[in-house]
């Protein structure tokens, strides 16, 4: 039994059998670090609630191996599902991807190549070099949980310190976890594990700044290892909650355009 289980075990006991002073202690030291984390969850839940839509300007690091890459971008998100990333290279617009959660859309303008397709992690590793499904990637662009647009998110696994971290897992029923890091009461880092425990991706938060009564994180930093990736983010002053048209959210290409069904030619 891991020492966090028999902690909790020791809990149970604890109100069916008078303990020692030190494993009470223990017991007290424990339910109130849970407290914490139950609270520290629920702000960040609220603040989910709060956040409808979000731009910002951004400079965009991506390493993979021996494979760097930066560029400029703006980012506009409407949450949960609709996002898009332009990318500015030295002569402009280099890149548009767009997804509005029914499909994703991928322009090159120097080509004048639209692909398109089903929206994927893997379209938007292969484009915007972030290996997740567009509502998580929307969740860690804005500093959020993983699991931010689950109305019912499973109650708290565990909790324990790591370092200066608080951390809170939550166990899924497919055997997966999700770790959220609280460094006092901002959020540090996000953590999805596989059911064997091997970490899907880990992503940390830093820079937080006040905008509108909301701190907000300028910095994020996700590692993937199963893609030996890494990307950063380096916000400028982000803005919220500002009204999105759904036409912002969909390329249309001209006659022109040569056009490219990614699900056919994963096919």
Same mark, same amino acid.
């Given at each position: ?5 028999? @902690?909790? !075990? +020791?809990?149970?006991?604890? %109100? &069916? /059998?008078?303990?020692?002073? $030190? ?13 914490? @984390?139950? !609270? +520290?969850?629920?702000?960040? %839940? &609220? /603040?989910?609630?709060?956040? $409808? ?28 599902? $609709? ?185």
């Amino acid at each position: 039994m891991s020492p966090l289980l028999l @902690a909790m !075990a +020791l809990i149970g006991c604890a %109100a &069916q /059998k008078p303990a020692p002073p $030190s494993q009470a202690a223990g017991g007290e030291a424990q339910l109130a670090q849970t407290s914490e @984390a139950q !609270a +520290l969850t629920a702000r960040l %839940a &609220q /603040k989910a609630q709060a956040l $409808s839509s979000f731009q910002t300007d951004a400079v965009m690091e991506y390493t993979q191996g021996a494979k760097r890459l930066k560029a400029r971008e703006q980012l506009t998100i409407r949450r949960p599902q $609709s996002l898009r990333i332009d990318a500015y290279y030295a002569f402009g617009v280099g890149l548009v991807v767009v997804s509005d959660g029914a499909q994703i859309q991928v322009f090159e303008p120097s080509k004048n190549v639209l692909f398109y397709g089903r929206p994927s992690a893997a379209t938007l590793d292969r484009f915007a070099h972030v290996p997740l499904g567009p509502r998580k990637a929307i969740n860690l662009l804005m500093g959020l949980a993983p699991d931010s647009d689950c109305a019912t998110p499973p109650a708290l696994s565990y909790v324990r310190r790591e370092g200066t971290l608080l951390i809170a897992g939550r166990r899924w029923p497919d055997g997966s976890v999700t770790e959220l890091g609280f460094a006092g009461s901002e959020l540090a880092v996000t953590r999805e594990r596989e059911p064997d425990g091997a970490l899907r991706y880990e992503v940390g938060y830093g820079d937080y700044r006040n905008v509108g009564g909301v701190n907000f994180a300028h910095r994020i930093e996700a590692n993937f290892p199963l893609s030996g990736s890494a990307v950063k983010f380096s916000y400028k002053q982000a803005v919220f909650n500002r009204v999105f048209d759904n036409s912002l959210f969909v390329l249309l290409p001209s006659p022109a355009t040569r056009t490219i069904d990614l699900d056919y030619q994963a096919g």
